[in-house]
């Protein structure tokens, strides 16, 4: 029988680098079991975390200002115009380049607007996603 201390997930003392330490990482992973970008399903312990608040930015690095983003979503939120911002700690709110919100949340993704019809001089979408 194995005995594990109990993880309060609400615990947040920041530190005071870039690089996540391993008791931030886990209670992230805890909280958020897949990459929080709209509909991907890859678990967290497969994801980079990335600072909701960038850390050159004054963003602390604990567990409320981290999120689990694979590595090709957190690159299209860092190289392209996908942003979110963190509602509540396991809630984000995500704006894709076209203007539409999507939150992701423990329950999965959920559209808030629905898709427009695009114009005939409309570009065509980008799949960077």
Same mark, same amino acid.
Not at 37 to 56: K, N, Q, V, Y
């Given at each position: ?12 003392? +920041? ?23 709209? =509909?991907?399903?890859?678990?967290? @312990?497969?994801?980079?975390?990335? /600072?909701?608040?960038? /850390?050159?930015? =004054? &963003?602390? @690095? ?15 939120? @860092? ?10 700690? =396991? ?7 076209? &203007? ?7 329950? =999965?993704?959920?559209?808030?607007? *629905?898709?427009?019809? +695009?114009?005939?001089?409309?570009? *065509? ?5």
């Amino acid at each position: 029988m194995v005995v594990r201390p109990v993880v309060d997930l609400a615990y947040c003392v +920041p530190v005071d680098s870039w690089e996540i330490p391993d008791r931030h990482r886990q209670r992230v992973q805890l909280r958020d079991h897949t990459c929080r970008f709209p =509909g991907c399903t890859r678990r967290s @312990t497969r994801c980079d975390l990335d /600072h909701a608040i960038e /850390h050159d930015r =004054g &963003g602390p @690095t604990c567990p409320c200002n981290l999120v689990p983003l694979c590595r090709r979503h957190h690159r299209a939120k @860092t190289f392209s115009l996908w942003r979110y911002v963190t509602v509540q700690p =396991g809630h984000y709110l995500w704006l894709s380049p076209h &203007g539409r919100h999507f939150h992701v949340g423990p329950r =999965g993704t959920r559209a808030l607007d *629905p898709p427009r019809r +695009p114009a005939p001089d409309d570009p *065509p979408p980008d799949d960077t996603a």
